[in-house]
């Protein structure tokens, strides 16, 4: 059974920190990219960050500088250091994962964590 399982959220003032992490199983086939997306009440999917299985990194131009990617594919985890939060930065955010090398795109992953919730008051 595929799973994508994220952790870390919660509550956090403005200007703080969060990280969250999300860890794979069940996938016979390697992962190459895995990634996360945010979505905050209505407004559409978004990607935040993505990092590839050889080390390429994708940043949201709303989160550079802010927020970080790390991973280790051996154990098929993906963690998203964020800094200096923002309360637009409010969102369930996902984690994704695909078995391709793909961009920021949504509509490229086909295996999705249930989200966690991030809300950064004022």
């Known amino acids: 059974q595929v799973r994508l399982v994220e952790s870390g959220g919660g509550s956090v003032p403005a200007g703080g920190s969060l990280r969250l992490d999300c860890a794979a199983s069940?996938?016979?086939?390697?992962?190459?990219?895995m990634a996360w997306f945010r979505q905050a009440p209505g407004k559409e999917r978004e990607g935040v960050a993505l990092?590839?299985?050889?080390?390429?990194?994708t940043y949201a131009d709303s989160v550079k500088g802010r927020f970080t990617v790390s991973q280790d594919f051996g154990v098929r985890t993906l963690s998203l250091q964020m800094s200096n939060l923002r309360p637009e930065d409010t969102a369930i955010y996902y984690c994704?994962?695909?078995?391709?090398?793909?961009?920021?795109?949504?509509?490229?992953?086909?295996?999705w964590g249930q989200g966690t919730q991030v809300t950064v008051s004022l």
């Open positions: 994704a994962a695909s078995t391709w090398y793909v961009l920021l795109n949504p509509d490229d992953f086909k295996h």
């Open positions: 069940g996938f016979t086939d390697d992962i190459y990219t």
């Open positions: 990092r590839t299985s050889d080390g390429r990194t």
